[in-house]
């Protein structure tokens, strides 16, 4: 399989940590992607240009990482990351999609400081965005996110939205949620693909 990534992708970040602990990184090539480069082949595999992108064996293409998570859990076997009993299963999948979420305002803040000059910024818009990721931090802190083995889909995902507020926006969320530093410090040290993964400086 080919996964069309970038090192600095929470969204990658999670397919390689999920393919680490299903014991399928080594059946994974990765291969850089340039989503703002419009001759990269990244958008012929997929029309939206982003990435994650997995190429399976026989050509088939797959994203997102949601998509792709589930295709890795089956490929291992099933019900690994994804847990097949409902009331497990649809908590996990709740969870990847708070975290998601933390994952998806941070990268339109991101995007707002980079793509539009300072004098054009929407101080609303940035608002908004820091609205969803402190209240899904509040509800992550109420109840940390717990650590099966190996962890499911949404706490995978929770240490890698934790991960990029680390690294796009100087870890200041770890203040005012210590019960989250700690389970970030837990999942660290159960999940060695975590460090392993970490985008570089």
């Given at each position: 399989?080919?996964?069309?990534?970038?090192?600095?992708?929470?969204?990658?970040?999670?397919?390689?940590?999920?393919?680490?602990?299903?014991?399928?990184?080594?059946?994974?090539?990765?291969e850089p992607a340039d989503t703002l480069d419009?001759?990269?082949?990244?958008?012929?595999?997929?029309?939206?240009?982003?990435?994650?992108?997995?190429?399976?064996?026989?050509?088939?293409?797959?994203?997102?990482?949601?998509?792709?998570?589930?295709?890795?859990?089956?490929?291992?076997?099933?019900?690994?990351?994804?847990?097949?009993?409902?009331?497990?299963?649809?908590?996990?999948?709740?969870?990847?999609?708070?975290?998601?979420?933390?994952?998806?305002?941070?990268?339109?803040?991101?995007?707002?400081?980079?793509f539009r000059p300072p004098e054009h910024h929407?101080?609303?818009?940035?608002?908004?965005?820091?609205?969803?990721?402190?209240?899904?931090?509040?509800?992550?802190?109420?109840?940390?996110?717990?650590?099966?083995?190996?962890?499911?889909?949404?706490?995978?995902?929770?240490?890698?939205?934790?991960?990029?507020?680390?690294?796009?926006?100087?870890?200041?969320?770890?203040?005012?949620?210590?019960?989250?530093?700690?389970?970030?410090?837990?999942?660290?040290?159960?999940?060695?693909?975590?460090?392993?993964?970490?985008?570089?400086?």
């Amino acid at each position: 399989m080919i996964l069309r990534f970038s090192p600095l992708s929470p969204f990658v970040r999670k397919v390689r940590i999920a393919a680490a602990v299903l014991g399928l990184e080594r059946d994974i090539k990765v291969e850089p992607a340039d989503t703002l480069d419009a001759s990269d082949s990244v958008r012929r595999q997929n029309p939206l240009g982003k990435i994650p992108v997995l190429i399976l064996d026989d050509g088939m293409v797959l994203y997102d990482s949601r998509v792709i998570l589930e295709y890795l859990d089956h490929r291992a076997g099933g019900s690994r990351i994804i847990p097949s009993a409902p009331a497990a299963r649809f908590a996990a999948l709740a969870q990847q999609a708070l975290c998601d979420g933390i994952l998806d305002a941070g990268v339109l803040r991101v995007y707002e400081g980079r793509f539009r000059p300072p004098e054009h910024h929407v101080a609303k818009w940035v608002e908004h965005q820091t609205g969803k990721i402190t209240r899904a931090l509040a509800t992550l802190e109420a109840e940390p996110p717990g650590l099966d083995t190996p962890p499911h889909v949404g706490q995978i995902t929770a240490a890698c939205a934790l991960g990029y507020l680390d690294f796009r926006f100087d870890a200041t969320w770890r203040r005012d949620h210590p019960r989250l530093v700690a389970w970030l410090d837990r999942f660290a040290a159960a999940v060695p693909a975590f460090a392993e993964t970490r985008p570089p400086a």
